[in-house]
T-cell receptor
Framework: DTEVTQTPKHLVMGMTNKKSLKCEQHMGHRAMYWYKQKAKKPPELMFV???????INESVPSRFSPECPNSSLLNLHLHALQPEDSALYLCASSQDRLPVNTEAFFGQGTRLTVV | AQKVTQAQTEISVVEKEDVTLDCVYE???????LFWYKQPPSGELVFLIR??????QNEISGRYSWNFQKSTSSFNFTITASQVVDSAVYFC???????????????FGKGTTLSVSS
């Protein structure tokens, strides 16, 4: 099983809403990642969790708040987003935190639209 | 400066043609890892291959093959006898052990959009 599951697949939210994106993996991976991808652009790293602890925050605005409740789950809490935050949000996991000789597996992403 | 350069923004081919996607990387590390991912319209990034810097052996997997050349810092990807299902965006990525962006996980190129028509 090399699956990373993200829910929901699509999300439309207003600028005053609070919502959460969820990511789950059962591969026993100890590193999990959030990426943001705008149309026709490569994914951009947002956060890295290693052994359930936040190890990298790529200067992401505080309206994005990550949470790792356990080694299989990764959440991204959203609050007071702006229309420019509309994007595909990808979750990934790897056996250990990159860079190591392992690959990252990605979920299908959540397409977020902020209105 | 870009760490990973995919100079081809878009490529269009007809089914059964061979196509090569170029990737040039830049790193000062002696230990690093290179990847190719495929992103179909559904959005998921599908892992295709990982190569570490000490393994220059080329690899073939079915219709896919990869040519890793450290001398030219290139890691090119060839699809033989392309099919419509190969249509996707292909990303080359780099992960460095100690470079200036160490710990930033994957450094992606800008991607190459491949369109295969029947």
């Amino acid at each position: 099983d090399t699956e990373v599951t993200q829910t929901p697949k699509h999300l439309v939210m207003g600028m005053t809403n609070k919502k959460s994106l969820k990511c789950e993996q059962h591969m026993g991976h100890r590193a999990m990642y959030w990426y943001k991808q705008k149309a026709k652009k490569p994914p951009e790293l947002m956060f890295v969790y290693s052994y359930e602890k936040l190890s990298i925050n790529e200067s992401v605005p505080s309206r994005f708040s990550p949470e790792c409740p356990n080694s299989s789950l990764l959440n991204l809490h959203l609050h007071a987003l702006q229309p420019e935050d509309s994007a595909l949000y990808l979750c990934a996991s790897s056996q250990d935190r990159l860079p190591v000789n392992t690959e990252a597996f990605f979920g299908q992403g959540t397409r977020l639209t902020v209105v | 400066a870009q760490k990973v350069t995919q100079a081809q923004t878009e490529i269009s081919v007809v089914e059964k043609e061979d196509v090569t996607l170029d990737c040039v990387y830049e790193t000062r590390d002696t230990t690093y890892y290179l990847f190719w991912y495929k992103q179909p319209p559904s959005g998921e990034l599908v892992f295709l291959i990982r190569r570490n810097s000490f393994d220059e052996q080329n690899e073939i997997s079915g219709r896919y093959s990869w040519n890793f050349q450290k001398s030219t810092s290139s890691f090119n990807f060839t699809i033989t006898a392309s099919q419509v299902v190969d249509s996707a965006v292909y990303f080359c990525a780099l992960s460095e052990a100690k470079g200036s962006q160490a710990g930033t996980a994957l450094i992606f190129g800008k991607g190459t959009t491949l369109s295969v028509s029947s």
